[in-house]
């Protein structure tokens, strides 16, 4: 069975940086797309950056020109580089992966931004 372990979490002082790592443990083919998704306390879980492989990388609109996705494929690992972080990033973020057989979530790890 697959799983997506994610770790970098942490505590950071604003403008701050931080890279987010998702491993799978196994191999998923046949994948569509890659994402890290966050929930904030309070609010809904919202789209951060996405890779449609072969098309597109999206961001929200908030994090364009602070957070970089990017893709190991031979390391199986998904990257979320954060950079001049702000209080308004603290969230639990979450990865994702879109297969031709399922859709896969990590556990969620922890970012807060505080000085």
């Known amino acids: 069975q697959v799983q997506l372990v994610e770790s970098g979490g942490g505590l950071v002082q604003p403008g701050g940086s931080l890279r987010l790592s998702c491993a799978a443990s196994?191999?998923?083919?046949?994948?569509?797309?890659v994402g890290w998704y966050r929930r904030a306390p309070g609010k809904q879980r919202e789209l951060v950056a996405g890779?449609?492989?072969?098309?597109?990388?999206n961001y929200v609109e908030s994090v364009k020109g602070r957070f970089t996705i990017s893709r190991d494929v031979a390391k199986n690992t998904v990257y979320l580089q954060m950079t001049s972080l702000k209080p308004e990033d603290t969230a639990v973020y979450y990865c994702?992966?879109?297969?031709?057989?399922?859709?896969?979530w990590g556990q969620g790890t922890q970012v807060t931004v505080s000085s």
């Open positions: 994702n992966v879109r297969a031709s057989r399922g859709v896969y």
């Open positions: 196994g191999s998923i083919s046949s994948i569509n797309a």
């Open positions: 890779i449609t492989v072969g098309v597109s990388i």
